[in-house]
């Protein structure tokens, strides 16, 4: 397992975890950038690209994401107002790089990765995503996942399939959006409403408003198959966001990853850790 | 002569139980932790399955249409067909016979009635119903690839069959062929 130690950054404190589980090859790549918006503010872009692709070609897919989508949001020097759309544009952006890539190259046929990634800037959320790499909040001792699975499961059961039937499908895990699978792709902006069913709200239009303290949790569905959001609460208990991303890492191999795992975890400055009182490390 | 004292004897023996009973302790640790990953593995299912399956999609392939007027051998003219496409000039392949009201379509021969063995195509990729005599619907089950008729992604909904349609199950292409049905393979080239 490789593990960033935590950096104390201006606006949050963030690190990272990753793991190869039983697989050859580590296809998950993921990014934490601090950044200076056109307008002088600080804000954290933050992505995990989880690629797909026989040859090794999801291990390209996924760096690509995250050389491009960093790159693309730097070439666009967004101010405060218009860096969600920035996000967006750059992961389309990035779709059509990888597609390009993959075209006139037999190895590469197939390649593609998805990517969730997250600007943080004045206590507000900034989402964009495709395919099932999952963002969540941890406000309190609440976390809830905020990202929408690209997945066929997600589909089917949004369009009223039997969820029971739908949960037992072989198929359940097949995305329906990547980048570079296809030049374009619809890049979703938005994210899951607490407590309201399917309801959804759209960072594009009205950034998610954080607090200090809170946590966001980015993770590949080498976590995100295998543990409840009740199961790895207790996780976020451990310290601070090098040992929460350590924690969760180890939780998802022992609870029998057999994928690639890659936690990123990013804490706001300010505001009360949260903690179960009775958890070792809490407070 | 020749023997070694009892109080040399006995920690020798107790110094080679210690090393035993170590070396099984290790194996048996390195075969649980082994045990538990190939268990765990089913549990994981989505994502494996995932990664066995090609993703594919048509703009990585020149499209062609197979010969126009071709002719193909049916073993019962009466009855339901897939003609499978072979290679990118599209040549009929063997007739595959539709005999079963409901069937699956994929990769995973303990799943699926109709097997095409290409990445491309998912474990469990489509289903073909006769929902009532002669009409049939295509239900794509969740491909990774996508299930297309006539260069139409058949995506929630069932799709209606017509004698002569298209049908892709990734890179696999194969003509419906219904004698109950009107239409035949010659509306894919409707220029003609």
């Not at chain 1, 499908?169 to 980048?179: C, E, I, Q």
Request: contains cysteine.
């Amino acid at each position: 397992m490789t593990t960033a130690q935590t950096v104390r950054g201006r606006i949050l404190s963030y690190a990272a975890a990753q793991d190869i589980g039983d697989r050859a090859d580590q296809e998950d790549r993921f990014l934490v950038r601090e950044i200076v918006t056109a307008d002088g503010k600080h804000a954290v872009l933050a992505l995990i690209a989880d690629g797909i692709g026989g040859h090794n070609q999801g291990q390209t897919a996924s760096e690509m994401a995250c050389e491009r989508v960093q790159g693309y949001v730097a070439a666009r020097e967004p101010d405060s107002s218009n860096i969600g759309l920035a996000l967006r544009s750059a992961l389309e952006e990035a779709c059509r790089d990888i597609y390009d890539a993959s075209l006139g190259d037999p190895s590469r046929e197939g390649m593609g990765t998805t990517c969730t990634a997250i600007v943080v800037l004045d206590q507000r959320l900034h989402l964009a995503h495709v395919g099932d790499t999952r963002a969540y909040l941890l406000h309190g001792d609440r976390l809830r996942q905020l990202s929408i699975d690209h997945t066929w499961a997600e589909e089917a059961i949004r369009a009223g399939f039997p969820v029971e039937e739908i949960r037992k499908h072989p198929n359940r895990g097949v995305l329906r959006r990547f980048l570079g699978i296809e030049p374009t792709v619809e890049v979703d902006t938005r994210y899951r409403l607490d407590g309201e069913g399917d309801a959804t709200g759209d960072t594009l239009l009205d950034p998610l408003p954080l607090a200090p303290g809170d946590v966001l949790m980015l993770c590949s569905d080498g976590l995100a198959d295998l543990l409840e959001e009740s199961e790895i609460l207790p996780a976020f208990q451990s310290g601070n966001p090098g040992q929460v991303a350590t924690a969760l890492v180890q939780w998802a191999l022992h609870a029998g990853a057999t994928d690639n795992v890659t936690v990123v975890v990013l804490r706001l400055a300010g505001g009360k850790a949260a903690g179960l009182w009775w958890w070792p490390g809490g407070h | 002569m020749g023997q070694n004292p009892w109080f040399l004897g006995a920690p020798l023996t107790l110094g080679i139980l210690v090393l035993a009973v170590a070396i099984v302790g290790v194996a048996l640790f390195l075969w649980s932790r082994r045990s538990s990953k190939i268990l765990s593995r089913t549990d994981s299912g989505a994502s494996a399955a995932r990664d066995a399956t090609l993703v594919f999609r048509a703009e990585h392939r020149g499209s062609s249409l197979p010969p126009a007027n071709f002719v193909v051998s049916l073993p019962d003219d009466e009855g339901t067909y897939l003609i499978p496409l072979e290679g990118d000039a599209g040549t009929p392949g063997e007739p595959i016979s539709v005999q079963e009201r409901s069937l699956y379509i994929g990769r995973d021969k303990a799943r699926a009635q109709i097997v095409f063995a290409d990445p491309s195509v998912s474990r469990l990729h489509a289903r073909l119903v006769e929902e009532v005599d002669g009409m049939f619907m295509l239900h794509d089950e969740g491909s990774a690839s996508g299930t297309f008729v006539n260069d139409e992604r058949v995506d929630l909904q069932p799709r209606h069959l017509h004698s002569g349609d298209l049908i892709e199950f990734g890179r696999q292409r194969v003509i419906f062929h219904s004698a109950a049905l009107f239409g035949d393979v010659a509306s894919l080239h409707p220029q003609d």
